[in-house]
Structures are given as structure tokens and as C-alpha cells.
């Protein structure tokens, strides 16, 4: 672990992008490119652009993977065919072997023992003037763009369901992220099944990027603009009402008599705006997203903002029983926007970058927080878009009158695990509806300070029994914006850097294990996996070991299943969940791990997001 240690909260880290201004006591230079020694810090997802005839300008989704060793795109139609005359016959998957077995001695066969043995330099494939060629389509006008590259390598990708591995052409490609340009070498596939089309691994981060598993388009964040509530735009010149969901990842607007064409990759439909307007259009189909109503067309709708075309990748489907025709997740949120809590119609004033300066009252938050109250009872706490008051929801609490006035009095679990009674004075009494909500007053741990904070209390709904707090617009004096990037902006957990393999200390056991921003949740090599129920609990055993020699077995309670998406042709995934401490270096936490036979694998353990999210900036190098 690097002994520099950014000593910023991931509320401050939020401020720095926002404002480009301050620099931090380790002397990290805060602007709006993200810098530290010369390396850009990317967010797990950033916007990546390919230097192309044709798709200059569009950005593409790209997932970042400090656990990839290569970088891989999504490509169509790819073909191969070689300009030396010995191989003039041969083309595709046939020539790749041909040349792959010439390479390892094998004439076009597998050979485990022989390939280990191979070794290849820069110019090894040069001889077999091998090109390659593919399409990448165009997400607007949905335009193939073709794109001939001489073959740089050939990739080797091993298959769980098959001793043969799949081999993959690589070629070199410009790519750009946040305006720094990096040749990159690139494996091209087919990622149709993946969120994003682009995989950035350490081929393009080597000596180039830090990674911060904590946020998503980090990069993008100085560029953000506001965006109220509600808000209204235009596509096609159709009025569209726009709302805000926190909580949904992908974006949904309302389409009629939608027509999908898989063959020709369109989507037809009709528009239909909030003053019944009819519009018939036709869109490239981006891919088919799963949802828990089915399957539903993506694609990138032409969004009209201060004269100018934003576009906005969206799913389709009948929002007719809905006040807003567009319902925007955080895919298109966290690209664009910081998102207002009380206002409405602000995007179309907003057209410069957002400067928290403009606004020093405002409280910038996350969509999932933790709040202390009274330095000592932690709660989970959410924004809102409606609640003026503060609110803490409990299973129940007891108001007692007497001649001193009125108290109330409910239970919260202390900084010890240990649910401690609380009584507190009633302020005042509010009326919501037909209930009365009791107001009390407690410090809350807010911007590094404790805050007295006035707010209701109200019963959660029945069988929900976790303690939350809603962050009420009266909280602050000014406004309550959200930045949906990321998670626990009021919480002070420092940033530090990390290396990809570190030690780590695991229930005791001190081992190294390999930090990997692509996982969203860590796993732990498991052996010996028996599931059984305990008074009435779903329980697993299992024996962990690495290769140093090291082993222990384990008795946990099942907190959750993971399932893990399966490539073409293998099944897919079903990991039992449970719960461990680990601690690296000075932080130290509870996290969810997902048990799995990582015996082939040299690292006996991952962290991924779920860790990682705490303020680990994770050096691939």
C-alpha cells in the first residue's frame, strides 16, 4: 500500500470535482481532469471515445477494470485475411489458428505444454501480415462504421466448459478518456450480454489511470449541470415530462406500438407527449435489456436542451399510467447531472457546468447515506423529493405527556451493536394528513461537524423493522442536491491509494489478495461448500486455503446468492453470500463475500466494489 494517503472525505472528493479549485493537504492537485502524479483517476464507468472516421465525438460507455489485464471492445462482423501469400487461403477463426499454431510449434492444434513454453515478441505476428477487420456501429443514426487494423497479437481466453481456448484478434486503437488520448492495444468480441461496450483494463491504465471503485464517470462530474426535480423537454418537437428516480439504474421512457427489428437492429414506436401528441419514429436498437416486466428495447433517444441535442439512453415501454413520460435513472443522471431536490424546471437555465461556489449553502449528497446521531446511533438515510421535515422512521416509539410537556421515547442501536433506549422532548407537534408526527431535536454528524438538526418521527411500515432517516429539505439552508455517482458522502472515510494485489487481513489470516474495481462484490476462495439450516437459518460451511499454505474452515449464516452471468455456452454462477471482516490497512470493515472454487486462481481472494467503494483508489500497475 502507498504510504501517500489523501486525507479526504468522500464528501470533500465530491466538492473537489464540482468546484475545481482546492487542493488538499497532501498537495493532490484538485481540477476538473482529476489528476495525481501525472495519472488521470477514472470512476469505475467513464465515457470513452474512439478516434474514428465517423464516431468522433460519441461517447461510449466504458467499464474500468483494474482486475482486466487487457482491454477489450465490442465488434461486429470481424474478419480476418493476411497479405502473405502462404496464408492468402486462409481466413477468420482458421487463419488465427493457423497462425497461433505455427507460432507455438502445433500446426493449428492446442497444446497446453507447448504454449507455456512460447514466447512472443512485438514483431512475432508482423511475417504473417495478418488484418483484421470489423464494425462498430454507430448508437445515433446506427451507421456501421467499418475499420481495417493489422493484427498485433492473438489473445488466448480460457473457457470453464472447454479445454480449447477461444482465441481473440488484438489490434492497436487510439482511445480517449477525458481528453487524454492512449494507443491502446484491444481484443475485439462480442459484449452484446454486457452494460457496457467498451472494458478498460490495464493495457490502457498502465503508467496512464488510477481507479476509484467508489464512483461511476468521476470524470464526468466537473462538466455536470442541475437538474430539477421535474423538468420538461422535447423529442421531435413532442413535449416529454421528465422525473427522477434514485433508485433505478436504467432510464425509461413511454413509447406506443413499439416494433422490434432484431435482423436490421430498429426500434419503431410512437412517441406520445404529455399533451397527446402522437409522433412515429425509428431508432437504432442499442441492445435488449432484461427488466422484471420483460424484455425491453434500449435505445438513445435525441433529447432537445437549450437548443442542443443531448442524447439519452432509455428503455422503452407504455408509461401511460404515469405523470411523467421519462423517468431518468442514474445511467443517464450520472453522465449529465446534480440533481435538485425541491426545484423543478431548472435544466433549461442551467446550460453551464455546475459550481458548488454559486451555491455555499447547499448540502451535495448521495443517493444511499449514513447518518450519526447524538455521535453514536447510526441510521441509513436517503434524500428526498417531497418530505420537508427531517424524518426518522422507526418500528415504534411511545410519547408520554405530563406537567414538565411531553416526551418521546424510542430505540436505537448504539455504536456497540446494542439497541440503547432514547428519550427526548417534543419540540412541536406536526399534522400529515390524519397523523401527528412528534419533532425532536439531536446532533447529526453533517460536512465533518455535529449539526443540531430538529426532525419528526414516524412508524415504518408494517414488517419493516431497519431504523431510516429521510433527509428532509429543511435540514440546511439552502438546497439538498444529490450526486448519484456515488454512495456515504457524509461519511469521513479517507482515501488512500492501493496497489491491485495487497496483504490483506481476513478473520485473522494475513494473506495477499488482488483489489479488483470490476467486481461489484468481493469473493473468497471456498471449499468444501455444504449448505444446512439451524434453527430455522440458512447456514454454509466451507474451508478456505490459499497457496502459502494457509487454511481455516468457517460456520457462517447465508446473507444472500450471487449469481454470476455465465459466458456463451456455461452455465451460469450460484454463489452462496456471507459476511467477514477485512481489514486493509487502516480500514477495516464488514462486507459481503461471495464463496467460490478459486483454487486455479493465484489470488485467493478478490475485493471488489463493495470494499473498494470506502475511499481505495486502486493503482493497476
Known amino acids: 500500500m502507498k504510504k501517500i494517503t489523501v486525507i479526504l472525505s468522500l464528501f470533500s472528493l465530491s466538492c473537489w470535482a464540482l468546484t475545481s479549485w482546492a487542493k488538499s493537504p497532501s498537495g493532490m492537485t484538485q481540477d476538473p481532469m482529476y489528476h495525481f502524479d501525472d495519472k488521470m483517476i477514472l470512476g469505475r464507468v467513464e465515457n470513452v471515445y474512439y478516434n474514428i472516421s465517423g464516431l468522433s465525438g460519441v461517447p461510449f460507455p466504458g467499464k474500468v477494470d483494474s482486475g482486466a489485464d487487457t482491454t477489450s471492445i465490442h465488434a461486429e462482423d470481424i474478419h480476418l485475411y493476411s497479405l502473405n501469400p502462404e496464408y492468402k487461403n486462409l481466413t477468420d477463426n482458421k487463419l488465427l489458428w493457423a497462425v497461433f499454431g505455427n507460432l507455438i510449434g502445433t500446426q493449428g492444434q492446442w497444446d497446453e505444454d507447448l504454449f507455456s513454453k512460447a514466447k512472443w515478441s512485438d514483431d512475432s505476428f508482423k511475417p504473417y501480415k495478418v488484418h483484421v477487420t470489423f464494425n462498430i456501429t454507430h448508437p445515433y443514426t446506427g451507421k456501421k462504421i467499418k475499420v481495417d487494423r493489422d493484427l498485433e497479437r492473438i489473445g488466448v481466453i480460457r473457457s470453464r466448459s472447454s479445454s480449447t481456448p477461444i482465441l481473440r484478434p488484438v489490434i492497436n486503437l487510439p482511445l480517449t478518456i477525458s481528453g487524454k488520448t492512449i494507443m491502446t492495444e484491444v481484443n475485439l468480441t462480442n459484449r452484446n450480454h454486457f452494460s457496457a461496450p467498451i472494458l478498460i483494463g490495464k493495457t490502457?491504465?498502465?503508467?496512464?489511470?488510477?481507479?476509484?471503485?467508489?464512483?461511476?464517470?468521476?470524470?464526468?462530474?466537473?462538466?455536470?449541470?442541475?437538474?430539477?426535480?421535474?423538468?420538461?423537454?422535447?423529442?421531435?418537437?413532442?413535449?416529454?415530462?421528465?422525473?427522477?428516480?434514485?433508485?433505478?439504474?436504467?432510464?425509461?421512457?413511454?413509447?406506443?406500438?413499439?416494433?422490434?427489428?432484431?435482423?436490421?437492429?430498429?426500434?419503431?414506436?410512437?412517441?406520445?407527449?404529455?399533451?397527446?401528441?402522437?409522433?412515429?419514429?425509428?431508432?437504432?436498437?442499442?441492445?435488449?435489456?432484461?427488466?422484471?416486466?420483460?424484455?425491453?428495447?434500449?435505445?438513445?433517444?435525441?433529447?432537445?436542451?437549450?437548443?442542443?441535442?443531448?442524447?439519452?439512453?432509455?428503455?422503452?415501454?407504455?408509461?401511460?399510467?404515469?405523470?411523467?413520460?421519462?423517468?431518468?435513472?442514474?445511467?443517464?443522471?450520472?453522465?449529465?447531472?446534480?440533481?435538485?431536490?425541491?426545484?423543478?424546471?431548472?435544466?433549461?437555465?442551467?446550460?453551464?457546468?455546475?459550481?458548488?461556489?454559486?451555491?455555499?449553502?447547499?448540502?451535495?449528497?448521495?443517493?444511499?447515506?449514513?447518518?450519526?446521531?447524538?455521535?453514536?446511533?447510526?441510521?441509513?438515510?436517503?434524500?428526498?423529493?417531497?418530505?420537508?421535515?427531517?424524518?426518522?422512521?422507526?418500528?415504534?416509539?411511545?410519547?408520554?405527556?405530563?406537567?414538565?410537556?411531553?416526551?418521546?421515547?424510542?430505540?436505537?442501536?448504539?455504536?456497540?451493536?446494542?439497541?440503547?433506549?432514547?428519550?427526548?422532548?417534543?419540540?412541536?407537534?406536526?399534522?400529515?394528513?390524519?397523523?401527528?408526527?412528534?419533532?425532536?431535536?439531536?446532533?447529526?454528524?453533517?460536512?465533518?461537524?455535529?449539526?443540531?438538526?430538529?426532525?419528526?418521527?414516524?412508524?415504518?411500515?408494517?414488517?419493516?423493522?431497519?431504523?431510516?432517516?429521510?433527509?428532509?429539505?429543511?435540514?440546511?439552508?439552502?438546497?439538498?442536491?444529490v450526486n448519484s455517482r456515488t454512495e456515504n458522502l457524509l461519511s469521513p472515510h479517507p482515501l488512500f491509494i492501493a496497489d491491485h494485489i495487497e496483504l490483506a487481513t481476513v478473520e485473522g489470516l494475513i494473506f495477499p489478495v488482488k483489489l479488483d474495481t470490476g467486481a461489484d462484490m468481493s469473493s473468497i476462495n471456498a471449499q468444501n461448500i455444504k449448505l444446512f439450516q439451524k434453527n430455522g437459518k440458512e447456514m454454509v460451511s466451507f474451508l478456505y486455503r490459499n497457496n502459502m499454505g494457509q487454511q481455516k474452515e468457517f460456520t457462517r449464516d447465508v446473507v444472500g446468492i450471487k449469481r454470476i452471468k455465465a459466458k456463451k455456452g456455461e452455465k451460469p454462477n450460484v454463489r452462496p453470500v456471507v459476511e467477514m471482516q477485512v481489514r486493509l490497512g487502516k480500514l477495516d470493515k464488514k462486507i459481503r463475500v461471495n464463496l467460490q472454487d478459486r483454487d486455479r486462481f493465484h489470488y485467493s481472494m478478490i475485493l471488489g466494489k463493495n470494499f473498494l467503494k470506502y475511499g481505495v483508489i486502486v493503482n493497476s500497475d
Open 204 to 481: 490502457y491504465l498502465k503508467d496512464h489511470a488510477l481507479v476509484m471503485a467508489g464512483y461511476e464517470y468521476l470524470q464526468e462530474q466537473p462538466k455536470a449541470t442541475l437538474i430539477g426535480k421535474k423538468e420538461t423537454v422535447h423529442i421531435y418537437g413532442v413535449p416529454y415530462q421528465v422525473s427522477i428516480s434514485l433508485s433505478s439504474k436504467y432510464s425509461n421512457a413511454h413509447a406506443l406500438d413499439i416494433k422490434i427489428d432484431r435482423k436490421n437492429s430498429k426500434v419503431s414506436f410512437v412517441l406520445e407527449g404529455e399533451n397527446k401528441e402522437h409522433k412515429p419514429i425509428t431508432l437504432p436498437l442499442v441492445r435488449m435489456l432484461k427488466t422484471s416486466k420483460g424484455e425491453r428495447p434500449l435505445v438513445y433517444l435525441p433529447v432537445k436542451i437549450n437548443q442542443k441535442i443531448n442524447y439519452w439512453l432509455v428503455y422503452l415501454s407504455d408509461r401511460g399510467n404515469f405523470k411523467s413520460q421519462i423517468r431518468l435513472g442514474q445511467n443517464v443522471i450520472d453522465q449529465h447531472y446534480v440533481v435538485d431536490t425541491e426545484k423543478e424546471n431548472i435544466l433549461a437555465k442551467s446550460g453551464a457546468p455546475f459550481n458548488k461556489e454559486q451555491h455555499p449553502d447547499s448540502l451535495i449528497i448521495s443517493p444511499n447515506e449514513k447518518i450519526t446521531i447524538d455521535d453514536k446511533f447510526e441510521v441509513p438515510a436517503y434524500p428526498t423529493f417531497t418530505v420537508k421535515t427531517p424524518l426518522l422512521k422507526l418500528p415504534s416509539y411511545k410519547t408520554i405527556k405530563n406537567s414538565a410537556g411531553e416526551k418521546v421515547v424510542f430505540s436505537l442501536k448504539n455504536d456497540k451493536g446494542e439497541f440503547e433506549s432514547i428519550t427526548k422532548d417534543v419540540i412541536k407537534n406536526i399534522k400529515v394528513g390524519e397523523r401527528i408526527r412528534p419533532v425532536v431535536s439531536g446532533n447529526i454528524f453533517i460536512n465533518n461537524k455535529n449539526t443540531p438538526v430538529d426532525f419528526a418521527l414516524a412508524k415504518l411500515k408494517p414488517g419493516k423493522i431497519e431504523p431510516s432517516f429521510i433527509l428532509g429539505h429543511k435540514m440546511i439552508k439552502g438546497s439538498i442536491l
